[in-house]
C-alpha cells in the first residue's frame, strides 16, 4: 500500500514540476490523476479488507474514506477520459 501511494505521490510532483516547468509531454497530469485515483479506492479497499467487517460498517470511519475515494475515478475526468488524454498524448491521434 505504501508503495502505491509513494508511487502516485511521485506522479502527482512531477505533473506539478512540468506544469510549472515547460509542461506536459505525454499527459503526465492525466497520469497522475488516473493512477493516483486509482490506488486511493485500491489502498481503501485493502484498509477495509484488513478490518474485516470493523472495516465494513458505517461505525468505522474506513467505509466512508473507500466511498470518499471513489469519487476521485470520477470527478474531474473520470478514469476512462483520462486514458483517452494519455492516449491521444502519447499517438497523436484523434481517439475516441
Ligand atoms: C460529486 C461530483 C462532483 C463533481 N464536480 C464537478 C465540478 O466541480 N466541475 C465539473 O465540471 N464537473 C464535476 N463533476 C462531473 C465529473 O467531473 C464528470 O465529468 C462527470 O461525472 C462525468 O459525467 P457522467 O457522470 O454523466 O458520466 P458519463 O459521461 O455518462 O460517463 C459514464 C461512464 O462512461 C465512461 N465514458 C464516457 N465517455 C467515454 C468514452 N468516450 N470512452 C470510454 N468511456 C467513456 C465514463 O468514464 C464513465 O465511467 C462532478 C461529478 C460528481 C459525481
Redesign the pocket.
Known amino acids: 500500500m505504501i508503495t502505491e501511494i509513494d508511487a502516485s505521490r511521485l506522479l502527482v510532483w512531477r505533473a506539478a514540476w512540468l506544469a510549472h516547468n515547460g509542461g506536459y509531454q505525454n499527459a503526465e497530469g492525466s497520469q497522475s490523476k488516473l493512477k493516483a485515483g486509482r490506488t486511493a479506492v485500491w489502498v481503501t479497499e485493502r484498509a477495509m479488507q484488513i478490518l474485516g467487517g470493523y472495516g465494513y460498517t458505517r461505525e468505522y470511519p474506513v467505509e466512508r474514506m473507500h466511498r470518499d475515494a471513489k469519487?476521485y475515478?470520477?470527478?474531474?475526468?473520470?478514469?476512462?477520459?483520462q486514458?483517452?488524454v494519455i492516449a491521444r498524448a502519447l499517438s497523436g491521434m484523434r481517439i475516441?
Open positions: 469519487i475515478d470520477i470527478f474531474e475526468g473520470t478514469e476512462q477520459i486514458q483517452l475516441e
